[in-house]
């Protein structure tokens, strides 16, 4: 009996995370999965001639970086590189069937933001930013295809 009154009091193996660990760890990935975007769409944005870019300079892709006015420039991104791609295909005589991922961008970034609002309560953030990086792979084969 003593045995297992000891085993029910012994320490846990792993210490629970407190709430700010959690918050630091989803902060920085939060932030790894924003410069890896920005990149992509610096890299997008770089292959396009610059008299169609939506956004100039290209350098600009990485103000997803600063806190809360990424949820702003989300939608500036998500929706002006595929205009940017548009305008030129459309100049060159080549334009292509479907709205070339602005849709899709459209969602992502309400996905962000759903994400962000949400993620003050515990496990709610978590599904629209799931959703968000989900979709985020077939967006961005669609614009470097």
Known sequence: ????????????????????EILAVAG?????????????????LDRAAPQFRTVNPPDKA????VPFFNLYYNFVLFQGVPDTYRAQFEA???????????GLGMW?????VLGTALGIMPCAGFVPALAALVMIF?????LFA
């Open 1 to 20: 009996m003593t045995l297992l009154l000891q085993a029910v009091e012994a320490e846990p193996i792993l210490p629970m995370l407190s709430l700010l």
């Open 28 to 44: 920085a990935l939060s932030l790894i999965v924003q410069g890896i975007m920005g990149y992509l769409f610096m890299t997008l």
């Open 62 to 65: 990485f103000l997803l970086l």
């Open 92 to 102: 060159a005589g080549q334009p292509r069937e479907g709205d070339y991922g602005r």
């Open 108 to 112: 992502i970034a309400v996905c962000i």
């Open 138 to 142: 077939p967006y961005f084969s669609r």
